[in-house]
């Protein structure tokens, strides 16, 4: 998204206040925003949105159907499973999962990549060929059948899940945290601290790792996606998350023989799910025009 710029405008604003300028006008910055705010809003407030508890089951209360229908109630808004549970109670705390499962499967991805990344890029040499080697290995393994290799083998706690998630998705952080640590070496303000004898420790997190925050912001609103969908595949399979806990995919995954019959019950979760992968999607498309506005057209 591109806008007109008046340079006089741009030289009396810091970096900082650019950068807000800039999601400020950004439509993909304020729809992800709103949408990912609202889901997060719902995942917080859930006992104060709904009554129920998820886990609660009612079999007089079986499949009754959304309040849309005819036949549907307020009682239960968006109507019962196949086990008399209120299926807005599912669908709120569900969120809640999904959400936690991603940012902490995102931040132990992240700091292994980093600290791969980084470490390949700025000494080089047999520490680069190790990092390398690594990535290799992990390139080779598909991540969600590897994910369900060991949930399957180890157990599926939700501990578990999010420590198998976030150890397999971070070879993205890596080849954007080696590239731009081997880039940033070579700048002048990091050959001006090596020569007034600044300490390694003191380069990379004074002047290495601050400048790479753009870019690996926008590793973590991919890779975030990317957990919630693994966790939501695993879900389906029957080794994510376990009941009585909530999980959208686990949703999807109880309401597939009762999708001709009573679609709502995969449509439901299923739009959940999407709206939470586009609101995250557009928000990274927000960060990266952010991060390098001059490599958008």
Not at 49 to 65: A, E, F, I, K
Not at 119 to 142: C, E, H, M, Q
Not at 241 to 256: E, H, I, T, Y
Not at 276 to 287: E, W, Y
């Amino acid at each position: 998204m591109t806008e007109t710029q008046d340079p006089a405008v741009h030289l009396s604003r810091s970096p900082r206040q650019l950068a807000w300028h800039r999601l400020a006008r950004n439509t993909s910055f304020w729809l992800g925003g709103a949408i990912l705010l609202l889901i997060v809003l719902a995942a917080i407030f859930a006992p104060w949105l709904t009554p129920h508890d998820p886990g609660l089951q009612d079999l007089g209360q079986r499949y009754v159907p959304p309040v849309w229908d005819a036949a549907g109630s307020w009682l239960h808004p968006l109507g019962t499973d196949k086990l008399g549970r209120d299926y807005l109670a599912r669908l709120l705390y569900g969120a809640r999962i999904s959400l936690v499962i991603g940012f902490s499967a995102i931040v132990i991805s992240g700091v292994i990549g980093t600290c791969l990344g980084v470490a390949g890029g700025y000494w080089g040499g047999k520490v680069d060929l190790f990092v390398n080697f690594i990535l290799s290995i992990r390139l080779t393994l598909p991540v969600v059948l590897v994910a369900l290799v060991l949930v399957a083998v180890i157990g599926n706690s939700l501990t578990l899940l999010i420590a198998v998630i976030g150890g397999l998705l971070w070879d993205r952080f890596v080849v954007v945290a080696r590239s731009a640590t081997q880039q940033l070496a070579q700048l002048e303000f990091v050959t001006a601290s090596r020569c007034i004898g600044s300490s390694r420790a003191r380069i990379l997190f004074r002047e290495i790792l601050p400048n790479l925050t753009g870019q690996l912001t926008v590793v973590a609103s991919i890779e975030l996606a990317n957990a919630v969908l693994v966790e939501a595949s695993l879900s389906f399979l029957g080794l994510g998350v376990q009941p009585p806990l909530s999980s959208w995919g686990l949703m999807v995954a109880d309401a597939k023989s009762q999708i001709f019959f009573m679609p709502w019950l995969i449509a439901i979760p299923g739009v959940a799910l999407v709206a939470l992968i586009f609101a995250i999607n557009m928000l990274g498309d927000a960060i990266r025009d952010v991060a390098t506005p001059e490599g958008r057209a």
